[in-house]
């Protein structure tokens, strides 16, 4: 085992933990990482997570707390805030939801009354579990009529959307993808909740950092309601915050809860709604994380993720792949292997990639054929690899790679060969080399 700088303490203290933080160094180190909802912090994100504000209780929001001591943690909750309506150009930020599926179930808490209908999209379209998804709060607990996208051209038709909500008259629209790769229209779908009567709640988690560097049209401008998490393009600790206009635009139309601004509405229903004490090391993470966001080259770096997720898409369609929409405009790949007869088969094809060091995960595509746990499709992503430092050539070489694992997968000898291939291209990328 090397040992690691940075978990001194624990090596001496408990080899059996401490020998598992090395593998996970080594398995990054020696593979591409193409799930599109992860990414790799900066050293500066992974201090301010292991520091002293993990230990402290704060209950409550900045300047208006349950607990004493609190001084220095609202100093480091105001510059997250401070940081965020920046970055983001909110009126108003929360900055303590744990992560994404709080963050949104505080604003179903927040806008609408058990029992409710909204419209979200269909998980097998791209959408997220708290969309509205039947084993999920937010299809137990609201009623949700989902949107699909086109079946033949898969992307989103904002007229048929248009028309659906005209029919079925939904009390909040929420725009938002996990799983589709093109851009989405936000001002649109703000027009179609304007004229239904309807709140407009966006999910940026996968494409917040897309957004935060105007490479994506940003939703804050228009929607009552933004969520994002804060660890996928956005590059920061595992967390999420929410964005919303100080103003409620409906009065509380659905869900009269006293004479609370929006603001005042969110904040209730993250704490004390559903959380107790927030995560402080976790919100002077996102502090840090929203400064790097906030520099220059984190414009550069949003620019190269969508470049090099146009490479990668452009070299798998030339090895004979189908992508579902045909390509890209974000972060994200959808590969449709009905057309390869491997249809069902994302499982054992995200296995045998797996195999050879490129992780990626299986999905469902549109109109999915099989089923979600042995679905058609398999999904990836470059915000994790532009991190590294890797740009279109070695693209071209991970995705000429993917296509000789898809049409060899039971074949160990491609598969080993591949490995080996992406071994020495990682090699040349090393993350946290003197971790
Ligand atoms: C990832 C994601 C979430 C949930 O985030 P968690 O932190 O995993 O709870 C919510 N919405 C969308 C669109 C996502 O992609």
Redesign the pocket.
Known sequence: MKAMKSIQTLERQDKQVASVFYKEWQRVNEGVELIP?ENFVSKAVLEALGSIFTNKYSEGYSHKRYYGGNQFVDEIEDIAVSRAKQLFGAEHVNVQPY???PA?QAVFFALLNPGDKFMGLDLASGG?L?HGSPVNFSGKLFKCVSYNVDRKTQFLDMDAIRKQALAEKPKMILS???AYPRKLEFKAFQEIADEVGAYHFS?I??IAGLVAAGVHESPVPYADVVTT?TH?TLRGP?S?IIMCKKEDRLKQKYRPDGKKNLAELIDFNVFPGIQGGPHDHVTAAKAVAFGEALLPSFKEYAKQIVKNAKALADVLISGGLKLVTGGTDNHLILIDLTTKGLTGKGKEIQMALDEANITVNKNTIPYEPATPFNPSGIRLGTPAVTTRGMKESEMEVIGANIVKVIDNHSDKNVIAKVKQDIVELSKGFLLYPDL
Request: hydrophobic residues 20%; proline residues 0%.
């Open positions: 909802s992560s994404g599926s949104n997220h708290t938002g993808l996990t999910d988690a996968h998490t996928k595992r999420a």
